[in-house]
């Protein structure tokens, strides 16, 4: 049986969050899948492992729901499968109702309708990205993701603001650390999208005029482009893989926060009021505590 992984999301307006997530939970548990999906009224975001036949049942159930006609499925490789068929890549299946499909803390500042978030950034396609970066010379690169994903990967010469968390990010922008970049084309990335849907409208609401998102995010720029591209190293993600590359020939841009060797392992900083990860290569252990503490201690 073949492993894989999914990932999706659908902005749009749900008057039954909670209906959703109940049908959601029964059609996850009948297909045997694990994985994690949030629901709000303001739409789904889901990552499911499992079986590939039964993934592709649930892809077909979820989208004769009219309002996730739409939803742009992105599929990679699973780690494998227990004696049970389910994913080893996720250890349960958690399917809850929150305020936000994705936490920045700014529900009340974000407006979808039936076309999805009103007022975020323009997409690009990966080919259209491209041809940005080749026709304007003052192009900036803006990470949607916590500081510690962009360790083991990201793209040349991207921004990487210092939030330990999403909900960092509305106060980082309100900060005017950015505000020089509000006259210059800014592109904003994540892991498959979601992110930065809500990252660009935030972005587009405190004056910055000409701001873009990666269109499915990095997965979707990887399977574009590989390792041949603006992007470099390996992809963080969320689940039991840690980490997902785009070809045998990924630059490894991790650096061990003990030792310095070029790594992209990653495990829990040691300061456990702390949610970020840190690279440690495996001769130097498995306790280590990231950056902002190894400079407060």
């Given at each position: ?167 960092d990010f509305v106060a980082e922008l309100d900060s005017g650390r950015y505000d ?31 701001v873009y998102q990666l269109d499915g995010g990095i997965v979707r720029y990887g ?11 390996s992809l963080y993600v969320f689940d039991g893989r840690e980490s997902m590359t ?52």
């Amino acid at each position: 049986m073949l492993a894989k992984v999914l990932l999706f999301y659908v902005f749009t307006p749900l008057a039954d969050p909670e209906a959703v997530r109940l049908w959601q939970r029964d059609l996850c548990e009948m297909l045997g899948l694990r994985g994690r999906i949030l629901v709000s009224r303001h739409g789904i975001n889901g990552t499911l492992g499992g079986e590939m036949s039964a993934l592709k049942a649930y892809v077909r159930k979820t989208k004769q729901y009219a309002p996730f006609r739409g939803a742009d499925i992105k599929w990679s490789a699973g780690t494998g499968l227990d004696d049970e068929g389910r994913s080893l890549d996720f250890p349960r299946l958690s399917v809850k109702a929150r305020d936000e499909i994705v936490s920045f803390g700014a529900a009340d500042e974000l407006t979808v309708d039936a076309s999805g978030v009103v007022g975020g950034g323009a997409h690009l396609a990966p080919g259209e990205l491209h041809r940005l970066v080749e026709t304007r010379d003052d192009v900036v690169f803006f990470d949607g993701r916590n500081a510690f994903e962009a360790e083991i990967g990201r793209f040349r010469d991207a921004i990487v603001p210092d939030v330990e968390t999403t909900r960092d990010f509305v106060a980082e922008l309100d900060s005017g650390r950015y505000d020089h970049l509000k006259h210059r084309p800014v592109v904003t990335y994540c892991t498959g999208g979601i992110r930065c849907e809500v990252l660009s409208s935030l972005m587009t609401a405190r004056g910055f005029g000409e701001v873009y998102q990666l269109d499915g995010g990095i997965v979707r720029y990887g399977e574009t482009f590989g390792n041949a591209g603006l992007w470099e190293g390996s992809l963080y993600v969320f689940d039991g893989r840690e980490s997902m590359t785009f070809g045998d020939d990924a630059a490894v841009l991790g650096r061990c926060a003990s030792c310095g060797a070029p790594d992209e392992r990653m495990v829990n900083c040691a300061d456990e009021a702390c949610r970020s990860r840190v690279v440690l290569c495996g001769d130097c252990g498995d306790r280590a505590v990231c950056s902002r503490h190894a400079v407060a201690a």
